[in-house]
C-alpha cells in the first residue's frame, strides 16, 4: 500500500550520500534523480524513501509528530543500521530497545535536517 514517503532537506546530496549509505544493507540505491528530488529504495514496485528541496523553495522543516519508520528485518539490523546512521553523523533520540514487550523493538535518530527515523522490528 506504501508507494513512498516523502522528507525535505537542505542539501540535496549530502541527504543522497547520506541514505545511499545507511540504507544500503537493505538494498537501497538511487532508483530516480532529478534536480529537486531523489527516490531511494530497492525497487521501483517497493516502499520507496524520497528526499527533496521543498517544491515551494521555502526553507525546509520538521512537522511535530512527523516520523520515518523503517523495518529492516530483525532486531540485530535494527541495531546494526542505527549504529551506522550515528557513525555517518545522525544524532540519537533513542537508543535500541524493546518498546513493547515482546512486540515492538525500536531505535531513532534525527538526520542531518533534523528529520526523525525510526529503525524498528515487530514480534
Same mark, same amino acid.
Request: negative net charge; aromatic residues 8%.
Given at each position: 500500500m506504501l508507494s513512498y514517503v516523502t522528507i525535505g532537506v537542505t542539501d540535496l546530496e549530502k !541527504? %543522497? %550520500?547520506f541514505y545511499t549509505d545507511l540504507l544500503a544493507p537493505l538494498g537501497a540505491k538511487i532508483l530516480?534523480?532529478? $534536480?529537486?528530488?531523489? /527516490?531511494? @529504495? !530497492?525497487s521501483m514496485k517497493a516502499p520507496m524513501l524520497a528526499i527533496c528541496i521543498p517544491y515551494d523553495e521555502e526553507a525546509q522543516? *520538521? #512537522?511535530? #509528530?512527523?516520523?520515518? %519508520?523503517i523495518a529492516p528485518g530483525s532486531k540485530a539490523q535494527v541495531d $546494526?543500521?542505527? &549504529? &551506522?546512521?550515528? $557513525?555517518? @553523523? %545522525?544524532? *540519537? $533520540? #533513542?537508543?535500541? #530497545?524493546?518498546?513493547?514487550? =515482546?512486540m515492538f523493538y525500536g531505535a531513532y535518530f534525527r =538526520? /542531518?535536517?533534523g528529520n526523525k527515523? *525510526?529503525?524498528n522490528h515487530f514480534g
Open positions: !541527504s %543522497a %550520500a530516480i534523480k532529478m $534536480e529537486r528530488i531523489i /527516490f531511494i @529504495g !530497492s522543516h *520538521c #512537522g511535530n #509528530g512527523n516520523m520515518l %519508520a $546494526e543500521l542505527y &549504529k &551506522k546512521a550515528m $557513525e555517518l @553523523g %545522525a544524532t *540519537c $533520540e #533513542g537508543e535500541p #530497545g524493546q518498546r513493547v514487550p =515482546d =538526520d /542531518f535536517d527515523v *525510526c529503525f
